[in-house]
């Protein structure tokens, strides 16, 4: 079974640029999370999306930043304009909708994102 | 604001000893955890979750959950040098919430 992959793996803009990157999840997976890690930070969540509704965006950091899940599968996440602050790694995870307890996340090997 | 609290590290624990690797969070509302190991330049692998109060043991690893006090630890039985990477702690409402995570502990296993 693939696992969750991310496009591109790096990406390096200058400010004021825009850039989309895309996560294809797990199949079979309706959860859908994009998470980025800023230099020492922890890794922090964005938003999360169940098939291709937005469940939940409360960590989308302003209107620069587009996240669309159409048809319920791979998702892009564009940011525009990009700003230096916007410099770090996206994760993008998945998890199955099984109704159980607890939702095991799996997460792709990241975009690191470098405005310059 | 929901924090999840991990010492940084690093932590260096022989071959073959017990690491126990902790963390704390804010919210009395998370319902479930999770660790994750992370090495350097690759992404988060999940390693074992928990939620009911005790332990949990999967192979060399025992996850430990105790709500009264916020609190949750990891134990790596055996280490092996392989296990040196970063773990991170994650902590979530529930369900298919997002995961609140911790800056993570360096481990090193000294061989």
């Known amino acids: 079974e693939a696992g969750v992959t991310q496009f591109p793996s790096h990406s390096v803009i200058e400010k004021g640029q825009t850039v989309t990157l895309r996560c294809d999840p797990i199949?079979?997976?309706?959860?859908l999370y994009w998470y980025r890690r800023v230099m020492g930070k922890e890794i922090k969540f964005l938003l999360h999306?169940?098939?291709?509704?937005?469940?939940?965006e409360s960590g989308m950091p302003n209107n620069r930043f587009l996240a669309e899940r159409t048809g319920g599968t791979y998702s892009t996440l564009k940011v525009q304009p990009a700003e230096l602050e916007d410099s770090g790694v996206y994760f993008c995870?998945?998890?199955?909708?099984?109704?159980?307890?607890?939702?095991?996340?799996?997460f792709g090997p990241g975009t690191r994102l470098t405005v310059t | 604001q929901k924090e999840v609290e991990q010492n940084s590290g690093p932590l260096s624990v022989p071959e073959g000893a017990i690491a126990s690797l902790n963390c704390t969070y804010s919210?009395?509302?998370?319902?479930?955890f999770f660790w994750y190991r992370q090495y350097s330049g690759k992404s988060p692998e999940l390693i074992m979750f928990?939620?009911?109060?005790g332990d949990k043991e999967d192979g060399r690893f025992t996850a430990q959950l105790n709500k009264a006090s916020q609190y949750v630890s990891l134990l790596i039985r055996d280490s092996q040098p392989s296990d040196s990477a970063t773990y991170l702690c994650?902590?979530?409402?529930?369900?298919?919430?997002?995961?609140?995570f911790g800056k993570g502990t360096h481990l090193i296993i000294q061989p």
């Open positions: 999306f169940v098939k291709e509704s937005k469940q939940d």
């Open positions: 919210d009395r509302g998370s319902q479930s």
């Open positions: 995870a998945s998890s199955q909708d099984d109704g159980t307890v607890t939702y095991e996340q799996y």
């Open positions: 199949s079979g997976h309706d959860n």
């Open positions: 928990i939620y009911s109060n």
């Open positions: 994650a902590a979530t409402g529930g369900g298919a919430d997002g995961l609140t």
